[in-house]
């Protein structure tokens, strides 16, 4: 890893587009969409509204 803060830990479409953003310092994980259009960001969150952390995450 180069240190990034955030990385893309999963992509998919071409003209709609969907990410999922790791935080490197926390865990947290985060969705990106966007189009021609417009985007937006948003927490991904479990069941009770907490927070989603990638179960691989490990920080270095």
Known sequence: MKNNRFE???KQGAIE???VIRDNETGVL???NGNATGGG???M??????P???ED???Q
């Open 41 to 43: 960001l948003t927490v």
């Open 30 to 32: 985060y969705l990106l």
């Open 8 to 10: 893309a830990i999963y």
């Open 17 to 19: 587009q969907f990410k």
């Open 52 to 54: 989603l952390i990638d």
């Open 57 to 59: 995450f490990q920080k």
């Open 45 to 50: 969150v479990d069941q009770e509204g907490n």
